[in-house]
């Protein structure tokens, strides 16, 4: 009990009513207020006994996440991409040259089925943007390259990609962004072990 007691008082205590920390033209050096403080103090309003602090942080990550996602859709589109495609040319990219892999290399870098990814170099060498060649080693295995076709797709869309992201993430120092990543690096390690 005396837990749920305190986190009470915590998320109160970092969620102030609209009225008085509101951001205006009047008061430089305070934070603007976002929809994610309005949520946060509907639901404080409503429900005072749970602990939304939670709320500050993962919906904030969530509304950014669809941004970015939006970033990566309009960055891959002005290169005739799709999503995944651009995640199996960019693993082929990330190999360094000559930009090629095995198919269980691109599975583990893509984290696909096996079918899933047959079908994806099937589609991405049809339109000329990888090639399957024998691999050297595996009489019985192949190996998936980058065409010159391709590389130039994937780094064009890279470019647009970052341009997007350094936009995301412009309000941020550079001490900002260290400390953000930090943290973010630490939840992700903790979530996924």
Do not use: C, K
């Not at 837990?3 to 009470?8: I, L, N």
């Not at 603007?32 to 403080?37: C, F, G, H, L, S």
């Not at 429900?47 to 970033?71: I, W």
Request: charged share 30%.
């Amino acid at each position: 009990m005396a837990g749920s007691a305190a986190r009470t008082s915590t998320s109160a205590s970092t969620s102030a009513p609209a009225s008085s920390s509101r951001a205006t033209d009047a008061e430089p050096g305070a934070q603007a207020r976002d929809e994610v403080d309005s949520l946060v103090d509907a639901w404080q309003r409503e429900r005072p006994e749970l602990d939304v602090s939670p709320m500050h942080v993962l919906s904030r990550v969530t509304r950014l996440a669809r941004h970015l996602d939006r970033a990566r859709r309009d960055a891959f589109a002005a290169h005739e991409l799709e999503s995944w495609e651009f995640d199996v040319l960019a693993a082929l990219r990330r190999a360094g040259a000559p930009y090629r892999l095995s198919p269980g290399q691109l599975l583990r870098e893509t984290m696909v089925t096996s079918g899933t990814m047959t079908n994806r170099v099937d589609r991405l060498s049809a339109r000329g943007l990888v090639t399957r060649t024998d691999h050297p080693e595996d009489r019985r295995g192949v190996l998936v390259g980058l065409t010159p076709t391709g590389r130039a797709a994937v780094d064009a869309a890279m470019d647009d990609l970052l341009a997007a992201e350094h936009a995301i993430l412009d309000d941020l120092d550079r001490a900002e962004l260290d400390a953000l990543a930090g943290t973010l690096r630490r939840l992700t390690v903790a979530y996924e072990g």
